[in-house]
């Protein structure tokens, strides 16, 4: 009887890992939904910088070669760019 109760209670258990994990999968859907919708509503080169970045996973010296700018100016686009983002998620 022990050995029939264990897989009862593991099975009981499981159902609300499941329906966390489904809860889960929602809520990460519904924030990468919010972050679409914000990086739309930038401007071009703010977009175009966050997406090279952390999208394409680009560093960034392959940044500031592929908009040929120094370094510098890239880390300054992704600061300034981030806080947008910021502001219009909020």
């Not at 050995?3 to 990460?28: S, W």
């Not at 930038?42 to 996973?57: Q, S, V, W």
């Amino acid at each position: 009887a022990r050995d029939v109760a264990a897989p009862a209670n593991a099975t009981r258990d499981a159902v609300p890992a499941r329906a966390r994990a489904a809860e889960d999968e929602y809520a990460v859907g519904e924030a990468v939904g919010q972050l679409k919708v914000g990086l739309a509503r930038l401007k071009p080169l703010d977009r175009a910088t966050l997406e090279a970045f952390y999208i394409r996973g680009r560093s960034l010296k392959q940044i500031a070669r592929e908009f040929e700018v120094p370094t510098g100016t890239v880390k300054r686009r992704l600061f300034v760019a981030r806080a947008r983002l910021k502001e219009v998620l909020e």
